[in-house]
């Protein structure tokens, strides 16, 4: 069970004014710090409200904070006579650092979500307006067990904004507490990308901002870094209450949470050593032995805050390389990092040696730790010896030894030998692989064999970057394979990037015959004829004999001539098979009864599930669906009405399909559309389809 709390303060009173107002609930311990008298209460006994009600006479400010699960937490401030501020802080919107929230990598994912929801929009029939059909009929008993379901997940009219503003909008609006309109403003005034940075630091300053209306004392540089997470700590990320309790020392609550932050800053260290002697020693251990070569040319400097960048070299010549930097520090030199050590990094100090590993070298967690990194890098004394360690199993170690002087790396020597004029020229690799602008070919000869090796990239296959001129543009996800190519071909002869392209190659030719194997599952059991080319799909004839083959269907196809027997002894008339390309591998067995009159349907899917609907369309755009199996739920707005029918035989499928006609006869909605065809019954569903599809 989370750990929720209520934590109360009060300025201007004492502690037995506090306890006077709480008296009627029993003795309640009240604490005093700075000013402040404060107390905390469970959420499970007692409610906010009932806690602002009791406290509503003092002069104030009030601050009350109600943690939740995830290490969100609600703040009202009060004052008596005034109006008051109601904000939500929780981690996953506002931001751990700079790279806990990525909104370019949310967009990556969610334009393809886009672009089926054009495809959809685009099937063209309008909702039809609930208003003529009698609002009973959506409200009878009969309907009502599933007509919520579906109405809460689609409502009506409302279109959804899958922008980073409106995404932040709807997360917050779910809480109960709108963005404010000036954060609102000031955003969207900003580029998409800048959206998610803004953001972490307009709701930082907009909480501090009404702790200055409140007049609550405070360091405002203190509470803003801790609202954008910058001087929390992992094991802080970890509690349910989260950074509250920094927080509220950084306001003057006492001991009490002081010694919260201060246990949580002293696991964390301890963690980070664990983590070092486990990994970063790991991999210097594993370079214990190894003879630096001078690099040809002389030494080559680079800007400390870009040394993290160099993690590509050992990610493009091997994927499960492992990296970590070790400074000498001059001297009697100690070194603090400048900032907080995210958790995907490691650090440890001991004899005059520092430690800074990443926990993977995942090219993603490089791309993350490279702001930090580099800028933990900075606060390295001038005259420090900094190593870079690259170790793996399978391919022979990298490594770069330098001297830090002036902000600048001046790399000295290297494992294996370079000359020095590739280090700046793999440096330009590096940094265009982690920006959006195209990377730019030498020559048309080394464009045409980037863009051949792209077709064998198991990643870059299916994308393949496009071309002008000179210029290779990848998207935005595909990026660093595309700068791996052109690292692999400008400097295989100098990095061995042999068993990386080797691995590649295996991982293409797998996934290639996955993709075959695949088609192979997924080939539609159809022949030639196209039944309807619908607007929302088209139809096609089954091929009864190969899905009788087919092993995923061969169990349902078995079953078969039970559920015709049952359905003609209904009135129902087998029109034939069909596929819907929309559904997928389905066979549909299409029946139409003209008396009752309805279709049915007698789905198979894969792996030998089955079940059966009956289906109505009326002139008015009403349909009614009664199925034993699964339904996707009703739309007023739509006129759609479904209604599950639970015990599954067909006898009892039609019998609940004609109470639902009953009812709509009742209402006047009687005139059906019924072709009994196998082309009617494609029709039917079609347009069944164009309404749903465009719901969603």
């Not at 886009?114 to 609002?135: H, N, R, Y």
């Not at 995942?362 to 390295?380: I, R, T, Y």
Request: charged share 25%; proline share 6%.
């Amino acid at each position: 069970m989370a750990h929720r709390i209520h934590v109360v303060a009060l300025r201007n009173t004492t502690v037995d004014a506090v306890r006077d107002a709480l008296a009627p609930w029993g003795r309640i311990e009240v604490k005093t710090a700075n000013g402040w008298c404060w107390f905390s209460a469970p959420v499970w006994h007692v409610g906010a409200d009932q806690i602002l009600d009791k406290l509503q006479d003092f002069d104030g400010p009030l601050l009350l904070v109600t943690t939740e699960d995830a290490c969100r937490w609600y703040l009202q401030l009060r004052k008596k006579g005034g109006a008051s501020y109601v904000a939500v802080h929780e981690f996953p919107p506002c931001g751990q650092d700079d790279g806990a929230l990525d909104w370019d990598d949310l967009d990556d994912f969610e334009e393809e979500d886009e672009g089926k929801a054009c495809e959809v929009l685009t099937l063209g029939m309008p909702p039809i307006p609930a208003s003529d059909l009698p609002a009973l009929a959506f409200r009878d008993a009969f309907f009502e067990p599933y007509l919520d379901d579906g109405e809460e997940d689609i409502e009506a009219g409302r279109e959804y904004d899958e922008s980073p503003l409106g995404q932040l909008r709807e997360a917050y609006a779910s809480l109960g507490l709108p963005l404010p309109e000036t954060i609102i403003a000031r955003l969207r005034e900003l580029p998409e990308e800048e959206v998610g940075e803004a953001f972490r630091v307009l709701h930082a300053e907009d909480i501090q901002q009404a702790l200055e209306h409140f007049a609550i004392p405070h360091d405002r540089r203190t509470v803003l870094d801790i609202l954008r997470g910058k001087t929390v700590t992992p094991v802080e990320m970890d509690w349910d209450i989260g950074n509250l309790p920094r927080f509220l020392a950084a306001l003057g609550l006492g001991p009490h949470f002081e010694k919260m932050v201060a246990d949580a800053e002293r696991e964390a260290r301890q963690l980070a050593e664990l983590e070092s002697e486990d990994f970063a020693r790991s991999v210097v251990e594993a370079m214990r032995g190894v003879v630096f070569v001078s690099l040809a040319g002389g030494a080559v400097a680079i800007p400390i805050t870009d040394a993290p960048l160099l993690f590509r070299a050992g990610y493009y010549t091997n994927v499960d390389m492992e990296g970590a930097f070790e400074a000498r520090l001059p001297g009697r030199a100690s070194f603090t990092p400048s900032e907080r050590v995210p958790n995907y990094l490691s650090i440890a100090e001991a004899d005059g040696k520092v430690l800074i590993g990443v926990s993977n070298s995942d090219v993603f967690l490089v791309e993350a730790s490279s702001a930090k990194l580099g800028g933990m890098l900075g606060a390295l004394p001038g005259g420090t010896e900094l190593i870079l360690h690259m170790a793996s199993k399978t391919v022979p170690c990298q490594q770069f030894r330098g001297f830090i002087r002036d902000g600048q790396w001046w790399v000295e020597s290297s494992v294996p030998p370079l000359p020095a004029e590739s280090l700046p020229r793999a440096m330009d690799v590096f940094r265009a692989a982690r920006s959006k602008v195209p990377l730019m070919a030498a020559s048309d000869g080394e464009a045409r064999v980037i863009l051949a090796a792209a077709k064998t990239d198991v990643m870059l296959c299916d994308a393949p970057p496009t071309r002008e001129g000179l210029a290779l543009v990848a998207d935005r996800p595909y990026q660093d394979d595309l700068a791996a190519l052109f690292f692999q071909h400008r400097f295989g002869d100098l990095w061995d990037c042999s068993a990386q392209v080797a691995e590649d190659r295996r991982r293409f030719d797998v996934w290639r015959q996955f993709e075959k194997e695949m088609a192979e599952a997924e080939q539609l059991p159809v022949k030639d004829r196209v039944i309807l080319e619908g607007r929302a799909s088209r139809f096609l004839e089954a091929d009864m004999k190969a899905a009788a083959r087919d092993k995923e269907l061969a169990e349902g196809i078995r079953k078969l001539p039970v559920v015709l027997k049952a359905l003609s002894a209904l009135g129902f008339e087998h029109l034939g098979d069909l596929v819907c390309e929309k559904v997928g591998k389905c066979v549909i067995c299409a029946f139409a009864n003209p008396g009752e009159p309805a279709f049915a349907a007698h789905y198979v899917v894969p792996f030998g599930v089955t079940w059966e609907d009956c289906f109505t369309p009326f002139d008015d755009g009403t349909s009614l669906t009664t199925a034993t199996g699964m339904l996707e739920g009703s739309i007023a707005r739509l006129r759609i009405l479904q209604h599950p029918c639970e015990s599954g035989s067909p006898e009892e499928l039609l019998a609940a399909h004609r109470t639902g006609m009953d009812i709509l006869r009742k209402h006047g909605i009687e005139k059906v559309r019924i072709q009994p065809t196998l082309e009617g019954f494609a029709r039917a569903m079609d347009e069944y389809l164009v309404k749903r599809l465009a719901a969603e």
